[in-house]
């Protein structure tokens, strides 16, 4: 069991580019969770997949943000046209969650900096 | 919709003391709770949860949480504090009864704990 993992670990872009995060959960695991993190905040739900379906996606979500998981393994983030006010740490985490009471297992986190 | 409520931002204690870190919740349906603790530039660490049965349930490093339905309350516990508690705390609930498998995260209290 290798974990969560995600990649890369630190960005750093322009205001207008778009970044890609990946993120590879833990071999077996069904679900897979996207969360934003602010300093001195709590993590903000952004979306959630069981295999490769995504069945929930935060309503303050812009349609800049985009996640797949195309194969129902690993599971990207693409962000369009970063602003500053994205500039976060984008956490991932995956539960395997067969009597669905399953905690969260999370991934170090990519942190993005917008210029 | 549910949400979860930490009314501390920090939380000071002596080493050997008891401690207790507040949490609050909000779901329509069965709540499931967790705790989760976060060092400094790591992801979430799961600590703890609550699904049914017992209200005192026991988790890693000697944390403990109480559920108490009336007071809609899961306060995470320690009976002696150590120096390396010291870490960001958040409290989580996901609403057992509505579907859904989006987990809601508080803003975090940080526990300072000191020699």
């Known amino acids: 069991d290798t974990g969560v993992s995600q990649n890369p670990r630190h960005k750093i872009t322009k205001r207008g580019q778009n970044v890609t995060f990946r993120c590879d959960p833990i071999?077996?695991?069904?679900?897979l969770y996207w969360y934003r993190q602010t300093l001195g905040q709590g993590p903000e739900f952004l979306t959630y997949?069981?295999?490769?379906?995504?069945?929930?996606k935060s309503r303050l979500l812009s349609d800049r943000f985009s996640a797949e998981r195309p194969k129902g393994s690993f599971s990207t983030l693409e962000i369009q046209r970063t602003e500053q006010g994205d500039s976060a740490m984008y956490l991932c985490a995956s539960s395997l969650d067969r009597t669905n009471t399953g905690e969260l297992f999370f991934g170090e986190g990519s942190r993005l900096t917008v210029l | 919709a549910q949400s979860v409520a930490q009314p501390e931002d920090q939380v000071n204690v002596a080493e050997g003391n008891p401690l207790t870190v507040k949490c609050t919740y909000s779901v329509s349906g069965n709540p499931y709770l967790f705790w989760y603790v976060q060092y400094p530039n790591r992801g979430l660490q799961f600590l703890l949860k609550?699904?049914?049965?017992?209200?005192l349930v026991k988790g890693s490093y000697g944390f403990e949480a109480e559920f108490n339905k009336s007071q809609t309350s899961f306060h995470l516990k320690k009976p002696s504090a150590l120096v390396s508690d010291s870490a960001l705390y958040f409290c989580a609930v996901r609403d057992g009864g509505s579907g859904t498998y989006k987990y809601i995260f508080g803003t975090g209290t940080r526990l300072k704990v000191l020699a």
């Open positions: 071999s077996e695991h069904n679900r």
């Open positions: 609550y699904i049914t049965g017992d209200n």
């Open positions: 997949f069981q295999n490769e379906a995504q069945l929930e």
